[in-house]
Antibody, heavy 122, light 106 residues
Framework: EMQLVESGGGLVQPGRSLRLACVASGFTFDGYAMHWVRQAPGKGPEWVSGISWNSETIAYADSVKGRFTISRDNAKNSLFLQMNSLRAEDTALYYC???????????????WGKGTTVSVSS | DIQMTQSPSTVSAAVGGRVTITCRASQSISSWLAWYQQKPGKAPKLLIYRASSLESGVPSRFSGSGSGTQFTLTISSLQPDDFATYYCQQYDSYPTFGQGTKVEIK
Protein backbone atom coordinates (compact mmCIF):
# COMPACT_ATOMS: atom_id res chain seq x y z
CA GLU A 1 0.00 0.00 0.00
CA MET A 2 1.35 3.41 -0.98
CA GLN A 3 1.69 5.65 2.05
CA LEU A 4 2.94 9.13 2.87
CA VAL A 5 3.49 10.25 6.46
CA GLU A 6 4.17 13.91 7.26
CA SER A 7 5.76 15.32 10.38
CA GLY A 8 7.30 18.52 11.71
CA GLY A 9 4.30 20.76 12.06
CA GLY A 10 3.58 22.85 15.11
CA LEU A 11 2.93 26.29 16.56
CA VAL A 12 5.52 28.89 15.63
CA GLN A 13 5.81 32.66 15.95
CA PRO A 14 5.74 34.90 12.88
CA GLY A 15 9.17 35.27 11.30
CA ARG A 16 10.44 31.95 12.62
CA SER A 17 11.24 28.75 10.72
CA LEU A 18 9.92 25.21 10.54
CA ARG A 19 11.01 22.11 8.59
CA LEU A 20 8.45 19.59 7.44
CA ALA A 21 9.29 16.02 6.48
CA CYS A 22 7.42 13.31 4.61
CA VAL A 23 8.39 9.64 4.50
CA ALA A 24 7.10 7.52 1.64
CA SER A 25 6.53 3.79 1.47
CA GLY A 26 4.88 1.26 -0.81
CA PHE A 27 6.13 2.69 -4.12
CA THR A 28 9.38 3.52 -5.90
CA PHE A 29 9.92 6.97 -4.39
CA ASP A 30 12.74 7.99 -6.73
CA GLY A 31 10.53 7.41 -9.76
CA TYR A 32 8.07 10.20 -9.04
CA ALA A 33 7.85 13.93 -8.63
CA MET A 34 6.52 15.02 -5.26
CA HIS A 35 4.56 17.99 -4.00
CA TRP A 36 3.55 19.94 -0.94
CA VAL A 37 -0.04 21.16 -0.89
CA ARG A 38 -1.60 23.13 1.95
CA GLN A 39 -5.15 23.78 3.04
CA ALA A 40 -6.10 26.60 5.37
CA PRO A 41 -9.08 25.98 7.67
CA GLY A 42 -12.33 26.08 5.70
CA LYS A 43 -10.54 26.75 2.40
CA GLY A 44 -9.67 24.75 -0.69
CA PRO A 45 -6.27 23.20 -1.30
CA GLU A 46 -3.37 25.38 -2.44
CA TRP A 47 -0.35 23.91 -4.20
CA VAL A 48 2.86 25.08 -2.49
CA SER A 49 5.81 23.44 -4.22
CA GLY A 50 6.87 20.54 -6.41
CA ILE A 51 10.14 18.70 -7.11
CA SER A 52 11.01 16.27 -9.90
CA TRP A 53 12.25 12.76 -9.21
CA ASN A 54 15.88 13.79 -9.63
CA SER A 55 15.54 17.24 -7.98
CA GLU A 56 16.47 18.96 -11.24
CA THR A 57 13.13 20.71 -11.60
CA ILE A 58 11.71 22.64 -8.65
CA ALA A 59 8.77 25.02 -8.60
CA TYR A 60 7.07 27.20 -6.01
CA ALA A 61 3.83 29.08 -5.69
CA ASP A 62 4.34 32.84 -5.76
CA SER A 63 3.02 33.05 -2.19
CA VAL A 64 6.02 31.12 -0.82
CA LYS A 65 8.77 31.82 -3.34
CA GLY A 66 11.94 33.02 -1.64
CA ARG A 67 10.79 31.80 1.78
CA PHE A 68 10.22 28.04 1.34
CA THR A 69 12.66 25.43 0.02
CA ILE A 70 11.67 21.96 -1.13
CA SER A 71 14.15 19.09 -1.21
CA ARG A 72 14.24 15.30 -1.24
CA ASP A 73 16.49 12.43 -0.21
CA ASN A 74 15.76 9.47 -2.46
CA ALA A 75 18.01 7.18 -0.42
CA LYS A 76 15.74 7.77 2.58
CA ASN A 77 12.44 7.96 0.67
CA SER A 78 11.94 11.40 2.15
CA LEU A 79 10.61 14.79 1.07
CA PHE A 80 11.23 18.02 2.95
CA LEU A 81 9.92 21.57 3.12
CA GLN A 82 12.04 24.21 4.82
CA MET A 83 9.81 27.12 5.73
CA ASN A 84 11.44 30.42 6.70
CA SER A 85 10.02 33.84 7.54
CA LEU A 86 6.68 32.30 8.38
CA ARG A 87 3.56 34.46 8.29
CA ALA A 88 0.10 34.12 9.80
CA GLU A 89 -1.26 33.37 6.31
CA ASP A 90 0.96 30.26 6.15
CA THR A 91 -1.25 28.65 8.82
CA ALA A 92 -2.66 25.48 7.27
CA LEU A 93 -2.66 21.71 7.11
CA TYR A 94 0.32 20.75 4.94
CA TYR A 95 -0.01 17.65 2.79
CA CYS A 96 2.73 15.69 1.08
CA UNK A 97 1.49 14.32 -2.24
CA UNK A 98 2.81 12.06 -4.98
CA UNK A 99 2.70 13.12 -8.63
CA UNK A 100 0.72 10.90 -10.97
CA UNK A 101 2.86 9.43 -13.72
CA UNK A 102 6.24 7.70 -13.48
CA UNK A 103 9.25 9.98 -14.15
CA UNK A 104 7.38 12.70 -16.06
CA UNK A 105 5.98 15.37 -13.70
CA UNK A 106 2.46 16.39 -14.57
CA UNK A 107 1.38 18.19 -11.37
CA UNK A 108 -1.69 16.24 -10.46
CA UNK A 109 -1.53 14.23 -7.25
CA UNK A 110 -2.67 10.63 -6.89
CA UNK A 111 -1.51 9.78 -3.36
CA TRP A 112 -1.78 12.09 -0.36
CA GLY A 113 -0.63 11.90 3.23
CA LYS A 114 -2.81 12.80 6.18
CA GLY A 115 -1.07 16.13 6.66
CA THR A 116 0.74 18.00 9.40
CA THR A 117 -0.62 21.21 10.92
CA VAL A 118 1.35 24.45 10.89
CA SER A 119 0.08 27.34 13.01
CA VAL A 120 1.80 30.72 12.84
CA SER A 121 0.82 33.01 15.67
CA SER A 122 2.37 35.22 18.31
CA ASP B 1 -2.17 32.33 -12.42
CA ILE B 2 -4.99 30.38 -14.02
CA GLN B 3 -8.18 30.87 -12.01
CA MET B 4 -10.59 27.95 -11.60
CA THR B 5 -14.25 28.68 -10.87
CA GLN B 6 -16.64 25.94 -9.78
CA SER B 7 -20.42 26.01 -9.77
CA PRO B 8 -22.55 25.56 -7.87
CA SER B 9 -20.92 26.07 -4.47
CA THR B 10 -23.40 23.65 -2.92
CA VAL B 11 -25.73 21.11 -4.48
CA SER B 12 -28.39 19.06 -2.73
CA ALA B 13 -29.33 15.69 -4.14
CA ALA B 14 -30.99 12.47 -3.09
CA VAL B 15 -29.39 9.04 -3.03
CA GLY B 16 -29.71 7.66 -6.53
CA GLY B 17 -29.85 11.09 -8.06
CA ARG B 18 -27.60 12.58 -10.71
CA VAL B 19 -25.20 15.42 -9.91
CA THR B 20 -23.27 17.63 -12.30
CA ILE B 21 -20.54 20.03 -11.17
CA THR B 22 -19.03 22.58 -13.53
CA CYS B 23 -15.49 23.96 -13.51
CA ARG B 24 -14.39 26.87 -15.68
CA ALA B 25 -10.79 27.91 -16.31
CA SER B 26 -9.79 31.54 -16.87
CA GLN B 27 -7.84 30.46 -19.98
CA SER B 28 -7.56 27.32 -22.04
CA ILE B 29 -5.97 24.38 -20.22
CA SER B 30 -6.54 21.76 -22.95
CA SER B 31 -7.46 18.61 -20.98
CA TRP B 32 -5.08 19.18 -18.06
CA LEU B 33 -7.71 18.93 -15.38
CA ALA B 34 -8.16 16.71 -12.34
CA TRP B 35 -11.08 16.19 -9.98
CA TYR B 36 -10.78 15.33 -6.29
CA GLN B 37 -13.19 14.27 -3.58
CA GLN B 38 -12.60 15.40 0.00
CA LYS B 39 -14.44 14.30 3.12
CA PRO B 40 -14.19 16.17 6.44
CA GLY B 41 -10.90 15.57 8.21
CA LYS B 42 -9.48 13.61 5.26
CA ALA B 43 -7.03 14.34 2.47
CA PRO B 44 -8.31 14.91 -1.06
CA LYS B 45 -8.73 11.77 -3.13
CA LEU B 46 -8.03 11.76 -6.87
CA LEU B 47 -11.07 10.76 -8.93
CA ILE B 48 -10.29 11.84 -12.49
CA TYR B 49 -7.24 13.12 -14.37
CA ARG B 50 -6.76 14.45 -17.89
CA ALA B 51 -10.37 15.66 -17.75
CA SER B 52 -11.98 12.27 -18.33
CA SER B 53 -9.63 9.46 -17.26
CA LEU B 54 -10.95 7.56 -14.26
CA GLU B 55 -8.38 6.87 -11.56
CA SER B 56 -7.92 3.20 -10.73
CA GLY B 57 -10.39 1.98 -8.12
CA VAL B 58 -12.83 4.87 -8.56
CA PRO B 59 -16.42 3.74 -9.25
CA SER B 60 -17.67 4.14 -12.81
CA ARG B 61 -20.58 6.31 -11.66
CA PHE B 62 -18.03 9.14 -11.66
CA SER B 63 -17.24 10.65 -15.04
CA GLY B 64 -15.54 13.76 -16.33
CA SER B 65 -15.77 15.65 -19.58
CA GLY B 66 -14.70 18.87 -21.24
CA SER B 67 -11.68 20.58 -22.71
CA GLY B 68 -10.37 24.10 -23.14
CA THR B 69 -12.08 26.16 -20.45
CA GLN B 70 -15.25 24.23 -19.58
CA PHE B 71 -15.34 20.97 -17.66
CA THR B 72 -17.90 18.86 -15.83
CA LEU B 73 -17.87 16.14 -13.21
CA THR B 74 -20.95 13.93 -13.19
CA ILE B 75 -22.01 11.44 -10.55
CA SER B 76 -24.60 9.29 -12.29
CA SER B 77 -26.28 7.63 -9.30
CA LEU B 78 -25.38 9.26 -6.00
CA GLN B 79 -24.43 6.88 -3.20
CA PRO B 80 -24.27 7.69 0.55
CA ASP B 81 -20.45 7.58 0.38
CA ASP B 82 -20.43 10.35 -2.26
CA PHE B 83 -21.58 13.17 0.02
CA ALA B 84 -18.42 15.25 0.19
CA THR B 85 -16.73 18.32 -1.25
CA TYR B 86 -15.36 18.14 -4.79
CA TYR B 87 -12.49 20.20 -6.21
CA CYS B 88 -11.22 20.68 -9.72
CA GLN B 89 -7.52 21.39 -10.29
CA GLN B 90 -5.77 22.53 -13.44
CA TYR B 91 -2.23 21.44 -14.26
CA ASP B 92 -1.64 23.18 -17.54
CA SER B 93 0.62 25.48 -15.54
CA TYR B 94 1.49 25.44 -11.84
CA PRO B 95 -1.52 23.86 -10.16
CA THR B 96 -4.52 25.83 -9.01
CA PHE B 97 -7.71 24.50 -7.46
CA GLY B 98 -11.32 25.55 -7.66
CA GLN B 99 -13.07 26.76 -4.54
CA GLY B 100 -14.99 23.52 -4.11
CA THR B 101 -18.54 22.20 -4.47
CA LYS B 102 -20.23 20.60 -1.50
CA VAL B 103 -22.64 17.77 -2.30
CA GLU B 104 -25.28 17.55 0.41
CA ILE B 105 -28.08 15.11 1.12
CA LYS B 106 -31.50 16.30 -0.03
Amino acid sequence: EMQLVESGGGLVQPGRSLRLACVASGFTFDGYAMHWVRQAPGKGPEWVSGISWNSETIAYADSVKGRFTISRDNAKNSLFLQMNSLRAEDTALYYCAKDGPLLVPTYYMDVWGKGTTVSVSS
Amino acid sequence: DIQMTQSPSTVSAAVGGRVTITCRASQSISSWLAWYQQKPGKAPKLLIYRASSLESGVPSRFSGSGSGTQFTLTISSLQPDDFATYYCQQYDSYPTFGQGTKVEIK
